[in-house]
Structures are given as structure tokens and as C-alpha cells.
């Protein structure tokens, strides 16, 4: 990818946190750069990026054979890995890609991931902690801003939901969003079953473009 104006995003990692992280960006309409070992994520992923790549590995030279020198930011999604989560970082860096952002799944690895140079997120730690408060005034809570309009979100599942799978409730269809994890009971979930059926005081967790968002609680 050619640098172009507009600020590009790398998204390294295509888990459940990458993927829906590249498809926000995407649908928000920026250049995205998605890269990972798996066939069949980044088949997936092209429907959303020309910018697809499978690596085998994930040293310097793979990464420049990919582009990501060109992205002003970098997104390491690759946090259970330790060793590949701090030799991408390391090579994300040294490409001198400005902004570098790692997940992280410890402190000890964040520790080593900021002494590198790298922005350092928690997103299943966050996720747990935030989602165990109440919610607060208009029931909903904006815990993560990536970028000036797409957030994570926390919302209650509303009544029209309420018995629907996720299949059938096409969220991502209808709005663009993409479900990253539900609470229900204090108890947060990162594996969601197409065949899930909402239940009373469910709380999801989406990903997307915040008017998509602002329809969604509407509609819902």
C-alpha cells in the first residue's frame, strides 16, 4: 500500500479483537493493512480490505514485504503469543511506523511491551473491569475511542432483542456493528455463538462507527 493522505491503520493479529477492529476502521473508510498467518481470516477479511495478507511469520522483512511502513498507526492484536506479540512489536517499530499500539494479556508483557516503545492496551482486562460496574446515567458507557467516530461500546440488550439469536438479530448486517463480547450476571463472554438468543439484562460489547451505534440503541 501506497502511503495515502488520511491516517492508515495496520492491524496485526486477526482474533476476534483484530477482525473487528480492521472491519471498524474499514467501514469507517480508512486504509487498512490486515496481516495474519491464517488463510482463511484474511480471505475473510478481504471483503472489507484490499490490503490482506497472510504471513507466515512475522519478522521486519515480512512486515516491509506487507506495507506496514506506509500506516501511521499499527495495532498488534497478537497478545496470548508472547515471543510473536514482542518480535512484531519490535519490527513494527524499527519499520518506524509512528504509532505503535500492543495488546497485552499480562503486566509483565505490557511492561515489556511499553519499555519497547509501544502504546499498551488491555482489552480483556478493561473489558471485565468496566463491564462489572453499573451502568451510569443514560445506560450505556463509552469505554474505548479509536479514532474520531468508531468506539467500543457497552449497551443493554433492549426489548426487540430479547429472545433473538445473534444471527437473527443481524446487528452486523443492519448496523455495521460487530458483538466482542456479553455480560450478563457479572460473568463476560468473548466467544458468541451465532445461535446465543438474548436474555434479560444481557449487556453487549460492540465495536463500529458511532452513528451506527446512536441507531442501534434507538432502534433497540
Request: net charge neutral; aromatic share 6%; hydrophobic share 40%.
Amino acid at each position: 500500500m501506497k502511503k495515502k493522505r488520511g491516517t492508515a491503520y495496520g492491524v496485526i493479529g486477526l482474533g476476534r479483537f483484530g477482525t473487528a477492529l480492521a472491519i471498524a476502521l474499514a467501514q469507517a473508510g480508512k486504509e487498512v493493512i490486515a496481516v495474519d498467518r491464517s488463510e482463511e481470516k484474511i480471505k475473510n477479511i478481504r471483503r472489507y480490505t484490499d490490503y490482506a495478507f497472510v504471513a507466515e511469520s512475522l519478522g521486519i522483512d515480512t512486515l516491509r514485504e506487507t506495507g506496514i511502513q506506509n500506516c501511521d498507526v499499527a495495532i498488534i492484536c497478537i497478545g496470548e503469543k508472547v515471543d510473536v506479540s514482542i518480535l512484531t512489536t519490535m519490527s513494527a517499530l524499527e519499520l518506524g511506523v509512528p504509532h505503535v499500539i500492543a495488546k497485552a494479556t499480562s503486566e509483565e508483557q505490557g511492561a515489556v511491551l511499553k519499555k519497547l516503545g509501544a502504546e499498551v492496551v488491555y482489552p480483556e482486562r478493561d473489558m471485565a473491569l468496566r463491564l462489572g460496574k453499573k451502568l451510569i446515567s443514560d445506560n450505556f458507557l463509552d469505554f474505548v475511542s479509536l479514532s474520531n467516530n468508531i468506539e467500543i461500546r457497552q449497551i443493554p440488550v433492549g426489548k426487540n432483542l430479547i429472545g433473538k439469536s445473534v444471527q437473527e438479530s443481524e446487528i452486523r448486517r443492519k448496523y455495521q456493528l460487530n458483538i466482542i463480547a456479553l455480560e450478563n450476571n457479572s460473568e463476560t463472554n468473548i466467544e458468541i455463538m451465532p445461535d446465543y438468543r438474548f436474555k434479560h439484562n444481557d449487556i453487549i460489547v460492540v465495536i463500529g462507527k458511532t452513528e451506527n451505534m446512536d441507531k442501534f440503541e434507538k432502534d433497540n
